[in-house]
């Protein structure tokens, strides 16, 4: 039987995302910084649906997911990259392409880990391991776009020197990131994901600039305040277990 043309679906969508991502970089070097910032968000998109159209048409391959990471390390790593430096680093002199390498590097490695640590169980888990690199770039993207829309151009680049530096730091760390989960009204975490959603979608469509930024600083800080939730949680349990009288 002849292979249907269906299969090929999954890699044009990454190619999208590729295209997205090199036409970030172009609209960067021409100083057209929001364009730039938007495209990331556009193969963001990109990102999201090749799985889906994958799991639809029922391909999967090896090379998808090869070509995907290309993607991934150009849209999420490099056009950022490219962006936060063209827009503010670019004075900072050899500290500021440093700092815009930050992104890139720690991109890199954190999609190489994840790739020779996936298997199926890992890819349907609840959670990732480390902050996702389209989200590290949708932050700093969404930095840039707030910026322009509230301050009328970019102002705070110590503000955005923090921001690299956590994001790229999260990449790499042990701190879990909520998957993309099925939601079930069984669960109160998913019953406040979903109101959650349902307060911030209508926003994000009316005022994109302002609240992609905020939203995904919310999406960090939840991680964090995971980790910190159950550090404590498992310091308490430790010290219940050597409170227990050791039998003679």
Not at 92 to 120: C, K, M, Y
Request: net charge neutral; charged share 15%; aromatic share 12%.
């Amino acid at each position: 039987m002849r292979p249907s043309p269906k299969r090929h679906l999954p890699s044009l969508v990454t190619a999208l995302n590729l295209f997205a991502g090199f036409l970030s970089v172009v609209y960067s070097i021409n100083g057209d910084y929001v364009t730039a910032a938007w495209l990331i968000v556009v193969a963001a998109v990109m990102d999201v649906l090749d799985g889906k159209v994958a799991r639809l048409v029922k391909s999967s391959s090896d090379f998808g997911v090869e070509l995907d990471s290309l993607a991934d390390v150009s849209s999420f790593g490099f056009a950022p990259a490219i962006l936060i430096y063209q827009s503010y680093f670019a004075s900072w002199g050899f500290f500021g392409i440093f700092l815009s390498f930050l992104p890139l590097v720690f991109g890199g490695i954190r999609l190489a880990r994840f790739n020779t640590q996936a298997t199926e169980l890992g890819e349907k888990d609840a959670f990732f391991k480390g902050l996702p690199i389209p989200s590290s770039a949708i932050s700093l993207v969404g930095f840039v776009v707030f910026e322009k829309s509230i301050f009328g151009g970019f102002k705070h680049p110590e503000i955005l020197t923090g921001l690299t530096i956590l994001v790229s730091v999260l990449m790499v760390s042990k701190i879990r990131y909520d998957a993309m989960p099925n939601f079930s009204f069984k669960r109160q975490q998913d019953v406040i994901k979903i109101i959650l959603m349902i307060v911030i979608l209508p926003l994000l469509a009316l005022f994109p600039s302002k609240i992609i930024f905020p939203g995904m600083m919310m999406f960090i800080l939840s991680g964090l305040l995971r980790a910190l939730i159950e550090h404590f949680k498992r310091a308490d349990d430790d010290d219940e277990i050597s409170d227990i009288p050791a039998v003679e």
